[in-house]
C-alpha cells in the first residue's frame, strides 16, 4: 500500500514559480505517479505523470513547456515545478499513485494524497 502527502502550494502572482512535492511512503515498486488539480466548479484534471517505462512525462496541453514534472528515487519524492503561473492554473493540486488507464484520467488512480491549494492572483 501507497501513501501520499504533497506539500507546497501557496499563493502566488501571476507569472510566479512554485514546486509541489509528493513523498511517497509504503510499497514503491514501479509505482506510477501523476499529478492532478480541481479547480471549484471543475472536474478533476490530469496535469503531468511521471512512469517507471523509462520515466517519460506526460503533460496536459493547458501546461506543456510551463510545468516540468520529476522524481527523486532516493527520497521517494515527485515533484512539479510550476513556471510562468496563470489565473487558471489555481486549483487544489493531488498526486496520486495508480498505473491502470491513461495518465490522466482521476478514476484509474487508486492512491491519493491529500492536496495542496495553488492559488495565482493577478
Known amino acids: 500500500q501507497v501513501q501520499l502527502v504533497e506539500f507546497g502550494g501557496d499563493s502566488v502572482q501571476v507569472g510566479g514559480t512554485l514546486r509541489l512535492s509528493c513523498v511517497a511512503s509504503?510499497?514503491?515498486?514501479?509505482?506510477?505517479v501523476g499529478w492532478f488539480r480541481q479547480a471549484p466548479g471543475k472536474e478533476r484534471e490530469g496535469v503531468a505523470a511521471?512512469?517507471?517505462?523509462?520515466?517519460?512525462?506526460y503533460y496536459a496541453p493547458s501546461v506543456k513547456g510551463r510545468f516540468t514534472i520529476s522524481h527523486d528515487n532516493a527520497k521517494n519524492t515527485w515533484y512539479l515545478q510550476m513556471d510562468s503561473l496563470r489565473p487558471e492554473d489555481t486549483a487544489m493540486y493531488y498526486c496520486?499513485?495508480?498505473?491502470?488507464?491513461?495518465?490522466?484520467?482521476?478514476?484509474?488512480?487508486?492512491?491519493w494524497g491529500q492536496g495542496t491549494q495553488v492559488t495565482v492572483s493577478s
Open positions: 509504503g510499497s514503491l515498486s514501479r509505482i506510477c
Open positions: 511521471i512512469y517507471p517505462d523509462g520515466y517519460i512525462p
Open positions: 496520486a499513485a495508480g498505473c491502470g488507464g491513461n495518465w490522466y484520467d482521476p478514476g484509474a488512480r487508486n492512491t
